[in-house]
């Protein structure tokens, strides 16, 4: 069965940077668009940051470019997101998705196959 569980959340300050990791199971990255996504309580999810399966294309949210870098390691099955010099608007719970034989377009989509359960980011002082 497909499992994606996130890890690397939690309480950092502004300016700080985090890396909020996806491990997959179940799934071979390869074969899988992958990506992070957040949810803001009141606003709408966004699609914060994706990768394409082969060529390794990104997608980022005009919030995050220059800041936020994801990254996928396949020997390991699993996704990365670094998340560099976080401001609190960047808190949120944080969700890895998995979209077979998609492309990095998959920020853009409703309709993916695949969600872990989340990793809340909190930046605050």
């Known amino acids: 069965q497909v499992q994606l569980v996130e890890s690397g959340g939690g309480l950092v300050q502004p300016g700080g940077s985090l890396r909020l990791s996806c491990a997959a199971s179940?799934?071979?990255?390869?074969?899988?668009?992958m990506g992070w996504f957040r949810h803001i309580p009141g606003k709408e999810r966004e699609g914060v940051s994706c990768?394409?399966?082969?060529?390794?294309?990104?997608y980022y949210a005009d919030s995050v470019k220059g800041r936020f870098t994801i990254s996928r390691d396949s020997a390991k099955n699993t996704v990365f997101l670094q998340m560099n010099s976080l401001k609190p608007e960047d808190t949120a719970v944080y969700y890895c998705?998995?979209?077979?034989?998609?492309?990095?377009?998959?920020?853009?989509?409703?309709?993916?196959?695949?969600w872990g359960k989340g990793t809340l980011v909190n930046v605050s002082s």
């Open positions: 179940g799934v071979t990255v390869d074969y899988y668009a």
């Open positions: 998705a998995a979209d077979l034989w998609s492309t990095a377009t998959m920020c853009q989509q409703r309709g993916i196959d695949f």
């Open positions: 990768i394409s399966i082969s060529d390794g294309t990104t």
